[in-house]
């Protein structure tokens, strides 16, 4: 089937549309007609080929939300018509260790990609949800019960709801519990409506005073502006749990200093360069953790999804037309968008 998308040629060219092949529906496949994708800084790093490895043509896009429009003789789960989504992958190994325990994104060969990843479909590579259609397999494709008005703010969901959502339960933020968001961008808003929403105590760190009140506005209970050491000095030792999206290289020790012992802090983001080496001193003599957490599970993320629809979150989103790609991913890069892009993929046709 060959279906319309926008990707692009080489690291120096622009998107821009082009055609590509999907491959016929298999006995376990599942065809969706796209609705919805949102734009990722991951979509940006790789099709600029600022990560290594990228594979052309690339066409990005793993927040993708559409109509199944046909499933194979094997497919018991969907049927015509459901509302559905893709995250970040499309298969795994399905037998080692990780994936057996429904923790595909840690699968021990290495999971495969909505995008770049190997496969054996023409051309060679997986190619993403910029696109106006694409074949799944059953088990890596989600229900959505989200409302048909919510749709588009449901895409980001699959990265930045997930990538937020699997560290806060792993390490069972809920009542009681004190826990810091740094970083108040695409996944960072997501962290705190999310952590708001298990019934902590949210506090929010931002580096720009500017962000006050839409951090408040998010449904954090206290924002800190972090480049103000007075502010962070109040909340020293008093934190269950930290959640740290930024993605820039940064003195990570300002706020493993906010953890309580035994606290830990997680990075979700990975920095152009190295952080600056943490002080030891300060982990030993507080059994302080610094851990790092990759998206989720096709379970866990069934979970999330379940979990938003139930308590009306959403991402807070910019709706862009295909041809304004190039324009979305300058801005994104200016930090220029509240909180997410998504593509009406129905722009894709012309």
Request: glycine share 10%; net charge negative.
């Amino acid at each position: 089937m060959v279906t319309k998308a926008y990707g692009a040629y080489a690291a120096d060219k622009p998107v821009e549309p082009i055609d590509i092949e999907r491959r016929a529906v298999g006995p376990h496949d599942v065809q969706i007609a796209i609705a919805y994708c949102g734009i990722c800084h991951s979509d940006l790093h790789q099709i600029r080929s600022e990560w290594a490895g990228t594979l052309y043509p690339c066409v990005p896009g793993h927040e993708i939300v559409g109509q199944v429009t046909a499933v194979g003789e094997h497919v018991t789960s969907f049927k015509p018509g459901d509302t559905v989504g893709v995250g970040c992958m499309v298969d795994s190994c399905q037998h080692c260790a990780s994936c057996e325990e429904g923790l595909e994104q840690y699968c021990e060969t290495g999971f495969v990609g909505t995008y770049n990843g190997a496969t054996q479909d023409p051309p060679g590579h997986t190619l993403g949800g910029y696109s106006q259609d694409i074949v799944v397999k059953d088990k890596f494709v989600l229900k959505i019960r989200h409302p048909v008005d919510q749709l588009a703010a449901v895409a980001p969901l699959l990265c930045a709801g997930i990538t937020t959502y699997s560290p806060l339960r792993h390490w069972q933020v809920g009542p009681g519990k004190k826990v810091g968001i740094v970083g108040i961008g695409g996944l960072g808003h997501m962290g705190v409506k999310l952590a708001h929403a298990m019934g902590a105590h949210v506090v929010a760190f931002t580096t720009s005073e500017a962000k006050r009140q839409d951090a408040l506005d998010l449904g954090a209970q206290e924002v800190v502006v972090s480049r103000n050491a007075d502010e962070m000095a109040v909340h020293a030792g008093s934190f269950d749990f930290i959640l740290n999206t930024v993605a820039a290289s940064h003195n990570l020790d300002q706020f493993t200093a906010l953890l309580k012992r035994e606290g830990t802090m997680t990075l979700v983001g990975v920095p152009e360069h190295p952080h600056p080496s943490p002080n030891m001193g300060m982990l030993i003599f507080g059994r302080k953790s610094i851990a790092g957490s990759l998206i989720g599970g096709i379970a866990e993320t069934q979970e999330m999804l379940d979990f938003c629809a139930d308590k009306g979150i959403v991402a807070d989103i910019e709706m862009v037309a295909a041809r304004d790609i190039e324009t979305a991913y300058e801005r994104m890069q200016r930090s220029d968008v509240k909180y997410r892009f998504v593509i009406d993929n129905a722009t894709l046709a012309g």
